[in-house]
Structure formats: structure tokens, C-alpha cells
């Protein structure tokens, strides 16, 4: 039974092989229209969401399939007090395959254990959200044609921002990758990331407040909004969630080849008038979403097109 919890999860070769399958579907839809005829996704989703869970619905329709589950917890036997695992564990006798999304870190893997079909991570609170990062690594592909000898810069909420988090664990794979790391204080990438990521593999990085003293050099910027679910205080969001906004006029200083990355939902950190520059590809990165999900779902029920 395979399940994907962590991004880690899957070998550099599997997500060539899954961004190789998303390709094929970009190229042939109609190849793939029937390939999960019969067949269930559950959407389990504590946590609101607009890309992620439409995008895994849309994904399971367009591969033939069908789906059920909840958007919040509240229409759910959850708001009676049941358990993630009794959760997982009845929905894995209705369902192929489950999506889960949850505030809480680790709840994913929970019901991997006991769920008897396989699990997705679709983000677990501030911790981790792999099928972003597959949606991300994609999006990396068309853009930039491959993932080595990149200069990427992290900005935003690097504390709270699980895409971060799984990003930079996938990227770390590759060699002659930079990491540039753009954050107030407060909200610096946790410490285990940059010893057990960063330093473990041997990347060079630097840690920086300022995106202006840094974009120039930058062949990927992905930006982040500040995670206000995630703060204790409504004064320290309100405090630090303007940190950064990249407006056109920013962009002058930026390389004509750099890719503006950013996992959405959009606050206020980038300005509506950077949507028209050519290198904003934060719509396509929501639409490639679609089709890697698509390819995960095929992988993880063993369907060969
Ligand atoms: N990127 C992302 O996870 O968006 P949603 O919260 O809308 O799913």
C-alpha cells in the first residue's frame, strides 16, 4: 500500500515519472477520460481549501472516476467527537483512494496506518503539503525546463508555510541548487529545516530580510502569504503581514528569466498589476496542480494507461 505523507516519500525517479505522466495527459486528455472508471476519491477536509481539493476533484472526473467526502468538518461525524483513524478507517471502506487536509500535523499519517486504501497528504497544519510541491516541481519543469543549478528564493512566512517546507525538501535533491531565504524574524524557516534539509545536503543558502538586496540574483522567487491560521496573536499577524509586497516596479530589478512562484492564496504580497507580467506563472502552477494530481491518483491506484 503506498501513500504519500511526505514528499520524501517518493524518489527523485517516481516524481520524474509522475510529471512524465502529467505531460502525457497535458498532451492526450481524452487518452485518460476513462482510466479510473468505477473508482472513488474521498476528499476529507478539515481545513478550507479552494486549489487543492477542487483540483483533486476535477483531477478524479476527468480520469472517469468519482468522489465523496466533506469540506468541513462540521458536516461530518467529526463535529461528534469521532477520530481522524475511526474517520479514515470507515471512508477507506467506502472509497479507492483518500485526499485529507488537516490542521493538525501528522493527522495524514495517522490515517494511513488504518485507512486500508491510500492516504494523501493534502496538507497537515503547518508541517507539510507534498502535492503542492508535486504542482510546484511541474510547474519548475515547464518553466525552466529542469530542476538543477537553480537560484530559488523562499519569501514570506517561512515558519508557517508547509509549501515551503515540502519545496525546499524536494529541492534539495538537486545539484548546484542556491537557497535564498527572505523573511521578518519571526518568521525564519524552523531550525530543523535548515540543519536536517539545507546543511545535511551540502546548500549553499543565505538568510536575509530585505527581497530588494536579493532579487537580482533569484532564477525562481516563491512567495508566500503570512499563515494567519497559524498565529497565536491577531497583533503579531497584523504586524507582520504586509512584510513584503512585490509590485512591478520591484520587479524592474529582477531578472527577465525569473519565475514568479507563489503556492496561493494570494493576500496582499503580490500586487494584482504583477498578474500580466510574463513571468508571474503562479496561475499555471494552480493548473498544473490538476494534472499531477491526476498522474498521483493513477499512480497510487496502480492504473497503467
Ligand atoms: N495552495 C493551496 O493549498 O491552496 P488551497 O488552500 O486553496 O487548497
Known amino acids: 500500500m503506498k501513500h504519500l505523507i511526505d514528499i520524501l516519500d517518493l524518489s527523485r525517479e517516481e516524481i520524474e515519472d509522475l510529471i512524465n505522466v502529467s505531460l502525457d495527459i497535458i498532451a492526450d486528455p481524452a487518452k485518460y477520460k476513462d482510466a479510473c472508471r468505477g473508482k472513488k476519491l474521498a476528499t476529507l477536509f478539515y481545513e478550507p481549501s479552494t486549489r487543492t481539493r477542487l483540483s483533486f476533484e476535477a483531477a478524479m472526473y476527468e480520469l472517469g472516476g468519482n468522489v465523496l467526502g466533506f469540506s468541513e468538518a462540521t458536516s461530518s461525524s467529526v ?17 479507492d483512494v483518500i485526499a485529507m487536509r488537516h490542521p493538525k500535523e501528522g493527522a495524514p499519517l495517522i490515517a494511513s496506518r488504518v485507512a486500508g486504501v ?30 538543477e543549478n537553480l537560484t530559488v528564493g523562499f519569501c514570506g512566512d517561512l515558519k508557517f508555510g508547509r509549501t515551503v517546507h515540502s519545496l525546499l525538501s524536494a529541492l534539495s535533491r538537486y545539484a548546484g541548487v542556491r537557497f535564498v531565504l527572505i523573511s521578518p524574524e519571526e518568521l525564519k524557516l524552523p531550525g530543523y529545516l ?39 496573536n491577531e497583533a503579531d499577524y497584523l504586524r507582520l503581514k504586509d512584510s513584503y509586497i512585490l509590485t512591478s516596479d520591484k ?8 519565475s514568479v512562484m507563489h503556492p496561493l492564496p494570494r493576500v496582499n504580497e503580490i500586487a494584482q498589476e504583477v498578474d500580466d507580467d510574463p513571468r508571474a506563472c503562479y496561475f499555471r502552477q494552480a493548473e498544473n496542480g490538476k494534472y499531477i494530481r491526476e ?8 492504473v497503467n494507461v
Do not use: C, W
Open 79 to 95: 463535529s461528534k467527537g469521532e477520530s481522524v483513524s475511526d474517520t479514515a478507517r470507515i471512508v477507506g471502506l467506502y472509497a
Open 118 to 147: 491510500p492516504v494523501i497528504n493534502a496538507g497537515d497544519g503547518g508541517h507539510n503539503h507534498p502535492t503542492q510541491t508535486l504542482a510546484d516541481l511541474l510547474t519548475i519543469r515547464r518553466e525552466k525546463g529542469g530542476f
Open 194 to 232: 535548515i540543519s536536517d534539509v539545507i546543511e545535511k545536503n551540502g546548500i549553499p543558502y543565505t538568510e536575509t530580510e530585505h527581497l530588494d538586496d536579493v532579487l537580482p540574483d533569484l532564477d525562481i522567487l516563491y512567495m508566500t502569504r503570512v499563515q494567519k491560521e497559524r498565529f497565536f
Open 251 to 258: 520587479l524592474r530589478a529582477a531578472k527577465p528569466t525569473l
Open 295 to 302: 498522474a498521483l491518483i493513477l499512480s497510487l491506484l496502480e
